[in-house]
């Protein structure tokens, strides 16, 4: 029993020694070194797992052999999805063969079962919160468990006892328990990493904003202004346009210029009452001329009881002209607009969904990011300025696109009865 009990230790120690790789690994991820690859790399070592635990098992008989694979099996495809599970499984299953015995048909029936369930709920596990997380890890393990001791007891002559699978499943249910919480506070320590990181950089390009924006607002205000007395005595057409010119080069820089000024500071300045449908209603008016130029349909679905926030109308309304826009922009031959709010208890969503160019993971995670933009001609000013106003009214920015399947810009905001 001793020996066995080690056996048990040994094995379980070989599940948990690849989890200080990941954090390695999650950590590489912030860099860009790594940044595409990462997430395979991710998935690899949960696998890794799984073969140094068939490896290095515990044997009972020539027939039967224990080990705790199923531990990082069903993590790996819990968080990895369908297409990881699928690769566990043939990984394990031929591994299982190549090693003989009765024992490869309870393994080839019980995590074949296991691998279609995590491959029907993994993408609503990642969106548990971690009590559920460690109920759904939990019972898998158990039920898994539970299948693999009656197939050995009842239907193969494993040699193995009663007490000797309660042992084992005890000590495979606490490990899936701690294999999940180790998992949950590396994706949550790193998440809280990407958070900082993107706080001090927006920190700093809010800052360099303030300072520099006021300071070149003021000249070129008076320069406009004398631009516009110029303009008024000339009589020859040609001079004349290129003052026109002139001074709507300096509207546009004035414009670039107030963006900033949003951006480092984003709070309302006069905080009211705003009605949402009618404010969606009035940017959708506002943006109409812009989608019919650009060949853009817009279907809108806005029909909601009056729902009410506390923020500033004018940023408001640049938050949402500044996603109509790219939208548009983003459907360079036409498209679709659609505008769709819906209200649920104390929280209101609107999904603005356009059928453009789409964006691929690394850009959606770039978005609102001081600068950055996926237009040839942008300054990339506009969603970070959307970004900075949706935070100072406690709401959500979310994107859902894929390339050339066209994004859905997502905004949750907490309501007012």
């Known amino acids: 029993m001793i020996l066995t009990a080690k056996s048990f230790l040994l094995n379980l120690l070989l599940v948990f020694a690849p989890l200080s790789i990941i954090q390695i690994l999650y950590l590489l991820k912030q860099t860009s070194f790594l940044k595409r690859s990462s997430g395979w790399l991710l998935a690899i070592f949960p696998l890794l797992s799984v073969i140094l635990c068939m490896m290095y098992p515990i044997v009972i008989n020539e027939n039967f052999i224990l080990d705790f694979r199923r531990i990082p099996f069903i993590l790996g495809a819990l968080y990895g999805g369908k297409w990881v599970s699928l690769i566990y499984l043939v990984v394990l299953l031929s591994y299982r063969f ?18 279609i369930f995590t491959s029907l709920v993994s993408t609503h596990f990642l969106k548990l919160d971690l009590k559920w997380k460690l109920a759904v890890a939990a019972g898998l393990d158990a039920c898994l468990g539970s299948v693999s001791t009656v197939l050995s007891l009842v239907f193969f002559d494993s040699q193995i006892s009663l007490e000797t699978w309660i042992l084992f499943n005890s000590i495979s249910l606490t490990g899936v328990v701690l294999a999940t919480l180790i998992y949950e506070v590396f994706i949550n320590q790193f998440k809280l990493l990407h958070s900082v990181m993107e706080s001090q950089k927006l920190e700093v390009a809010s800052h360099l904003a303030a300072s520099i924006s006021h300071e070149v607002r003021n000249p070129l ?10 303009n008024s005595d000339l009589e020859d057409k040609k001079t004349k346009g290129y003052m026109e010119l002139a001074i709507h080069e300096l509207d546009r820089a004035t414009e670039i210029i107030n963006d900033y000024l949003t951006f480092a500071k984003p709070f309302p300045e006069k905080v009211e009452k705003i009605n949402v449908k009618s404010e969606l209603e009035q940017s959708l008016s506002v943006i ?44 360079p031959d036409g498209g679709e607009l659609t505008v769709d709010a819906l209200h649920k208890g104390f929280e209101l969503k609107v999904s603005i969904s356009d059928t453009g160019i789409g964006m691929s993971e690394e850009q959606i995670v770039r978005m609102g990011e001081p600068f950055f933009t996926t237009k040839e001609k942008g300054t990339g000013l506009g969603m970070m300025v959307s970004h900075s106003i949706m935070k100072a009214m406690n709401g959500e920015i979310i994107y859902e696109s894929s390339p050339n399947k066209g994004t859905t810009v997502i905004l949750l905001f907490k309501i007012e009865k």
């Open 98 to 115: 190549m090693l003989g015995g009765s024992g490869f048909y309870p393994t080839l029936l019980s995590f074949s079962l296991v691998a």
């Open 288 to 331: 109409q001329p812009l989608a019919t130029m650009s060949d853009v349909t817009i279907n809108s679905n806005i029909d909601i009881s009056p729902t009410y926030i506390q923020s500033e109308k004018r940023k408001f309304q640049q938050c949402l002209l500044n996603i109509l826009k790219n939208a548009i922009e983003a459907m």
């Open 221 to 230: 205000t008076v320069s406009r202004g004398f631009l516009q007395l110029i």
